[in-house]
């Protein structure tokens, strides 16, 4: 069975571990990337060289004008719109939206308009597009839709654990508050926000309370917690790896041992 062909729009941290991802795994394949800032010498630099993840077990170089991931040549494209990029030149089927810009509907359906890629994956959640977690609502896709959204990270850490407790107990409300790595959004020392006061602050040196969209996802991907879940966010001085802690009212009564048991049980199935 040929694995599906796959380009990347946006080659930011989400993109290039997209492409790391895709080759470790070796589930599908990278046939196209599209970034207007970064150039091919530049993209083998960021590939190789990661200052969280560590080096890229593999070879990456430049091979005529493309990137040559260990010996599979990859179409690089420099475009702002994403209606120039021509994905049916490379055999793109999906493409990964990863820019963090085009993350509507109407915007993600740019990449397949004239006939150039079937499906877009926005990697960000979305206004209007179906949004779906794996091991969540994933059964409910429908091959009609185009444009579908991965969700936010802490959506896809929340809705699994929210999803089982309320299969299991029935959430009646409940308040979620992720502990989150610094982002690529935050100051490096101390400066000017334009909107709150606080967000100004070095990230490598404070405890930033933030706002999150996350439990308002959740009722998107589990329609019976549409208005039970709110939340909030912790913005702490670590690179890497965040914490969702989940503190809920149960309609049905259960014992520390119980809710263990169910979310271990949940965790071997998938």
């Keep these: 069975m040929s694995k599906a062909k796959v380009g990347i729009n946006g080659f930011g941290r989400i993109g290039r571990l997209v492409l790391r991802a895709a080759f470790l795994k070796n589930t599908v394949d990278i ?33 005529n004008g493309k990137l040559n991931v260990n010996g599979r040549l ?37 990449h397949i308009k004239n006939d150039r890629a079937k499906k877009v994956i926005i990697s960000a959640p979305s206004a209007d597009a179906p949004m779906f977690v794996v091991g969540v609502n994933e059964k409910t896709y429908d091959k009609s839709m185009s444009v579908v959204s991965n969700a936010s990270c802490t959506t896809n850490c929340l809705a699994p654990l929210a999803k089982v407790i309320n299969d299991n107990f ?26 709150l006061w606080r967000d100004g602050r070095g990230a490598f040196q404070n405890i930033i309370p933030a706002s999150t969209g996350a439990a308002k996802a959740v009722g998107k991907v589990i329609p019976a917690l549409n208005g039970k879940l709110t939340g909030m966010a912790f913005r702490v001085p670590t690179a890497n790896v965040s914490v969702v802690d989940l503190t809920c009212r149960l309609g049905k009564g259960a014992t520390y041992d119980q809710i263990k048991a169910v979310i271990k049980a949940a965790a071997i199935d998938h």
């Design 74 to 110: 990859i179409s690089v494209y420099c475009e702002r719109d994403p209606l120039n990029i021509p994905w049916n030149k490379d055999g793109a089927e999906y493409v990964v939206e990863s820019t963090g810009v085009f993350t509507t509907i109407d915007k993600a359906q740019a």
């Design 31 to 63: 046939v196209a990337v599209n970034d207007p800032f970064i150039d091919l010498e530049y993209m083998v630099y960021m590939i190789k060289y990661d200052s969280t993840h560590g080096k890229f077990q593999g070879d990456v170089s430049v091979e």
């Design 170 to 195: 029935e959430i009646v409300e409940g308040l979620m508050t992720t502990v989150h790595s610094f982002t690529a959004t935050q100051k490096t020392v101390d400066g000017p926000s334009s909107k």
